[in-house]
């Protein structure tokens, strides 16, 4: 099996840790083990009583029953037997496509959106489409472009919304639109949806909750604030939920018993933690306005409260050999395009804590006056 290698991954796996600005990440910024167990008001006493208490088998292999029942209300229509947990987002969207995508199959995916939707399926062998997003449609892909990639044979049509790198939201009406044309072919249409809309969550419309045939997969990391306990999980109807089950048992077993207790923990706590988050998104954002309306060399479709951008760089250079210059000249730390297949643009991460973004915004103006 071959695959392409992983765009953004690879460049974050160079140079992440040598940044001092890091600006490019997608996550809101992380909490600490201190920041999240203060959420409960005792410093997580209750929840360290239990964990002491825990023997450390495999603990639940599915997930254990109060995850799954937290992550159900989620949504409108799931029962908690149909979530299964799984590492991250990244396993939750891998264990989609390994268990659906056949050599042959036909699948259309949005792109540029998370790497995963598109070389996954390609390396399992299906023939994919690509459904372009276009920047002049505040980076909405075309209806009617779909309509002319979909096939009766047409096995998945595969989202990211909100998506990465833009930050846009694909709102009820569009994806009504999408299931419509899915649902003539019978096709799957598997939603990453690990960015949420901070600025009112309920504009966000998840795919299980619009069509039988809708797979979700999400996560703790970026609207939670936790990527580091990797835990992620799909939803989906009850047979797809049983095929995932069949092909989860050859990967993963669990996702392990602290990392479940904390991921349990955090969805229990999910009001404080959307509110620490939203006051952190709004104000970022905020000060990312102000700095696009003074950097002439910037401009973005704003993203929709979610924790990432495209802003589009006006440099007259290679803009993977000008962000290396940037990180080793100034510290700071963004995507280049190209990793996306769209080189004049960047990822930029606006979610960072707030004196890393002024900083990291200030010492990329600087940086781009040399062009004046
Ligand atoms: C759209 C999308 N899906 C999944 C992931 C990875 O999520 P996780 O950390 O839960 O594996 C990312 C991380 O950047 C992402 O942007």
């Keep these: 099996m071959k695959i392409a290698g992983f765009g953004v991954e690879e460049w974050l796996n160079k140079w992440e840790k040598s940044a001092t600005y890091d600006i490019s990440q997608s996550t809101i910024s992380s909490m600490t083990m201190q920041e999240a167990l203060a959420l409960d008001g005792q410093q997580g006493a209750s929840f360290y009583q239990q964990l002491d208490q825990e023997k450390m088998n495999y603990g639940w292999i599915e997930g254990s029953p109060e ?34 995508i056949e050599p042959g199959d036909h699948v259309i995916s949005e792109y540029p959106s998370y790497q995963q939707l598109y070389d996954i399926p390609k390396s399992l062998g299906a023939d994919v489409d690509f459904w372009h997003i276009h920047e002049d449609q505040n980076w909405y892909p075309d209806i009617n472009e779909l309509k002319s990639l979909i096939r009766p044979n047409t096995k998945m049509i595969c989202l990211n919304n909100a998506n990465n790198p833009t930050g846009t939201l694909l709102d009820k009406a569009f994806l009504q639109q999408v299931v419509e044309l899915a649902r003539q072919v019978g096709a799957y249409v598997l939603v990453d ?180």
């Design 67 to 100: 995850f799954k029942q937290e992550v159900a209300k989620l949504y409108a229509h799931i029962d908690a037997d149909n979530i299964l947990q799984t590492n991250g987002a990244t396993g939750a969207n891998h264990l989609a496509l390994y268990a659906l």
């Design 193 to 372: 949806e690990v960015y949420l809309p901070l600025d009112d969550p309920d504009q966000f419309t998840s795919i299980v909750d619009l069509y039988d045939k809708g797979i979700a997969t999400n996560s703790l990391s970026k609207t939670y604030s936790m990527p580091g306990i990797r835990i992620g999980w799909t939803a989906s109807n009850a047979t797809v939920a049983d095929l995932f089950r069949k092909y989860r048992d050859y990967t993963m077993i669990c996702a392990g018993v602290f990392n479940d207790l904390m991921a349990t923990y955090i969805l229990k706590h999910r009001d404080q933690v959307l509110a620490r988050n939203r006051q952190l998104v709004m104000n970022n954002l905020a000060i990312y306005r102000d700095w696009i309306d003074s950097e002439p060399r910037a401009s973005v479709v704003m993203p929709q409260a979610v924790s990432t951008s495209f802003p589009k760089l006006d440099v007259p250079e290679d803009i993977e050999a000008f962000c290396i210059r940037l990180l080793k000249e100034t510290g700071v730390l963004l995507v280049p395009g190209n990793r996306f297949d769209m080189p004049g643009h960047v990822r930029l991460g606006y979610c960072a804590d707030e004196t890393t973004l002024r900083e990291g915004l200030k010492r990329l103006s600087a940086f781009l006056r040399q062009y004046d």
